[in-house]
């Protein structure tokens, strides 16, 4: 097996040991530490545990515009470009994703181009989420379905398994969003190119440590970004 999981972080130097001993424990599995500058020091923890695990642990120190969305560009194109993986996932670094997840969402992907971890599959699993985020996150993805006809229940996942010559179809370059409206518009892009995408049921645990990076401005932006998809051309 030969996967790799692409992390962002920003200011997780908290959860990243935790996570990365989670990944690491399974094998055949490799972690793409893709840091945007973190001011609390996150970057030489990731640089500490590629020391520790050569060959099993990469840093990408990121400089320019922060954003969730330019990291994964960065750090998907790095990894069609640099590695041999042969399967690419993705996930968050605040805890919120149990990496005792990925080798469902690897098995999954011997049917599926692209598998994603939901929270809604079966109803709402969710844990420590007050009322508000959750009627947030429901409706958000009721409303990104109506206006782009995708099909997964959870359109705003981040907890993603690609086969690598799937992913290699993206028009990963292109991409314009940022935080998670980039995670709609990478979905979206999926579902246009024919991809087989599936999903497994996750539980979803709020981070512990560190805070939210949900703002008003992500809210917007994933407001608006599901007409832009509609309505721009096709390429």
């Not at 922060?66 to 640099?82: F, K, P, Q, T, V």
């Not at 098995?107 to 007050?130: E, F, K, Q």
Request: charged letters at 20%.
């Amino acid at each position: 097996m030969n996967v790799l999981v692409v992390v962002p972080t920003y200011n997780e130097r908290e959860n990243l040991p935790v996570l990365a001993g989670g990944v690491l424990a399974h094998a055949g599995f490799r972690m793409l530490v893709v840091d945007d500058g973190s001011p609390d020091g996150t970057g030489a923890v990731a640089d500490a545990l590629a020391s520790e695990h050569p060959g099993r642990v990469e840093v990408m120190h990121r400089t320019g515009k922060r954003g969730l969305g330019r990291s994964y560009i960065d750090g998907l194109r790095h990894a069609l470009d640099n590695t041999d993986a042969e399967l690419i996932c993705q996930m968050d670094a605040d805890l919120s994703h149990n990496p005792d997840y990925l080798p469902e969402l690897v098995r999954a992907a011997a049917t599926n181009d692209l598998v994603i971890g939901s929270r809604y599959l079966h109803g709402v699993s969710v844990v420590n989420w007050p009322l508000h985020r959750i009627f947030l996150s429901t409706f958000g993805n009721r409303y990104i379905r109506f206006v782009t006809s995708l099909r997964a229940s959870d359109c705003t996942s981040g907890y993603r398994c690609w086969r690598r010559e799937a992913l290699a179809k993206m028009p990963i370059k292109n991409m314009v969003s940022d935080g998670y409206a980039f995670l709609v518009e990478m979905l979206y892009e999926a579902q246009q190119r024919g991809l087989r995408i599936g999903e497994v049921p996750i539980i979803f645990i709020e981070r512990r440590l560190g805070q939210s990076k949900l703002s008003s401005n992500v809210l917007i932006e994933s407001l608006i970004m599901p007409w832009r998809l509609v309505f721009r051309p096709r390429t």
